[in-house]
């Protein structure tokens, strides 16, 4: 099976993108203007991401599907509203984490996003979860086109009428062009912005005229330094399978009264975890100087013994400096600890700090 | 005039009398992308032919910058490590990296002229 490519290749070739092969697929890493404009337009402006190539799974049931879907998810959906949205992940037994995703309520089920390289696995462990009691589709008859930053909801709103007035972490169905479009407030850039779920064949009008209101296109390399100044996590970087939730400092997203009833997979260990601590935790980590400390860089406290690894790191264009994040022995995990990373042989002061580096601006709050 | 050679590594190297000026090439800027950091050779310091005397790092990832010739490292811009944007704005002229003072001259024999490089960075555009 060759490389795929997404409904916007052909717009994306029209914008001088290169690309590279990411996840099976063609995506752009970056347009002319580079990264680090693209990156500050979209905090500043509007950015749009295709982000097409994440799965975007349809499980089609009832009452009994939420039941089901809470063996599976640490999260209360049965009290999840129509059409709100929760970060979550699928975990394995052991609480290992097989992918992080967003799992949103809709009419006839749920609507879950999860990421290109682990989609089709996702898709098959689901299956097997659930005993193929329900329909499932993981439509590739969709793009997904993100657009994020403080221009976007008066952008996006000029083409879809009513999207301004949606809360974050919240979506509904919106006309495009006559075509029943699904659009989310959420996004993975630490700026408020929209996800928009449209037909394939509609997707290139949409992102156009998106460009023609103002926007611009950003590639994936803009969205990795996004993220990463807004401490979200990448899955098979700071995300894997010999991570868990807890490890992960992704507590937060674990529903307390699933906790309190344990019946989800990996329950024993979250609980385990949630009680004793854990040996290990995801921190944020600011070198002092200018290094950049990349993905796998070593951590070593201040009498020299190794205590961690970097699992991302940039130089953030908002930050105007090098920012990382990875896991550290919990006893060093504390705020203003003082480590050194080892970059080529030599060891730079950094500083373990909270996450995000970069201030939100969401629109109203993210627990609703 | 003294003429500027050219790696297949992508730097480019200016002799003036004993004394090499060595800067990464606008195609090398291209592939690289912007440029967020950079790190010299110490000033004083012997840096050998093809050994790595710097590093260049984009958003995206670290490369090495890598001597043409052998030397001693008698000046380094520090202007380049202070805003490494610099370097791709103008990288062939005044985000020079370092300059040494050359051993021998024949090694600079090796290295291409302006139209074989220019050749050379279309064919290998990776």
Request: proline residues 2%.
């Amino acid at each position: 099976m060759g490389t795929k490519k997404t409904s916007l290749y052909q717009l994306h070739q029209d914008c001088n993108a290169k690309f590279v092969e990411f996840a099976g697929y063609h995506m752009p890493i970056q347009y002319s203007e580079g990264i680090v404009e693209e990156h500050k337009f979209t905090r500043n402006h509007s950015g749009i991401f295709d982000v097409s190539h994440m799965g975007q799974l349809f499980i089609y049931g009832g009452e009994e599907l939420i039941k089901d879907l809470e063996k599976i998810f640490p999260l209360d959906l049965k009290n999840l509203k129509l059409n709100h949205s929760k970060y979550s992940f699928l975990m394995d037994k052991d609480a290992g984490i097989q992918d992080d995703l967003i799992i949103t309520k809709i009419d006839e089920g749920f609507l879950i996003i999860l990421n290109a390289a682990c989609k089709d696995n996702d898709f098959k462990i689901l299956k097997e979860l659930l005993k193929e009691k329900y329909k499932m589709v993981l439509d590739e008859n969709r793009s997904l086109i993100a657009i994020q930053g403080p221009k976007s909801s008066q952008i996006l709103n000029e083409l879809v009428d009513g999207v301004k007035d949606l809360n974050f972490m919240s979506g509904n169905c919106f006309l495009f062009d006559n075509q029943k479009v699904y659009i989310t407030r959420s996004g993975y850039t630490g700026e408020d912005g929209f996800e928009i779920s449209i037909l394939n064949n509609y997707a290139d009008k949409l992102t156009r005229e998106l460009i023609n209101k103002g926007s611009k296109l950003a590639g994936l390399g803009a969205r990795d330094t996004l993220r990463l100044e807004a401490g979200l996590c990448l899955y098979g970087h700071d995300l894997d399978k010999d991570k868990t939730p807890v490890e992960a400092n992704l507590k937060w997203a674990i529903s307390k009264e699933r906790i309190s009833k344990g019946d989800f997979i990996g329950s024993d260990i979250i609980i385990k975890q949630l009680n004793d601590g854990v040996t290990k935790i995801r921190v944020g980590i600011k070198p002092e100087g200018r290094i950049i400390a990349r993905e796998k860089t070593k951590i070593f406290n201040q009498s020299d013994v190794h205590i961690g690894e970097i699992t991302s790191g940039t130089f953030g264009p908002s930050v105007n400096g090098p920012v990382a994040m990875g896991y550290v022995e919990n006893e060093f995990s504390k705020k203003n600890t003082k480590v050194f990373l080892e970059v080529r042989g030599k060891k730079y002061a950094a500083n373990i700090c909270s996450l995000p580096f970069y201030k939100k601006s969401y629109v109203k709050g993210v627990n609703q | 005039m003294s003429e500027v050679k050219y790696s297949k590594e992508h730097e480019w190297i200016k002799l003036e009398g004993d004394v090499a000026t060595i800067g990464i090439t606008k195609h090398a800027t291209e592939m690289l992308g912007d440029i967020v950091f950079a790190e010299l050779p110490e000033k004083g310091s012997n840096v050998e032919k093809d050994g790595t005397a710097g590093v260049v790092e984009s958003t995206k990832a670290a490369s090495d910058v890598y001597t043409p010739v052998s030397g001693e490292v008698v000046d380094t811009n520090q202007e380049i490590v202070d805003d490494p944007s610099k370097i791709n704005q103008d990288p062939e002229n005044s985000a020079w990296f370092f300059k040494l003072k050359i051993k021998d001259k024949s090694e600079m024999d090796s290295l291409m002229n302006k139209d074989d490089y220019d050749k050379f960075a279309k064919e290998n555009n990776t």
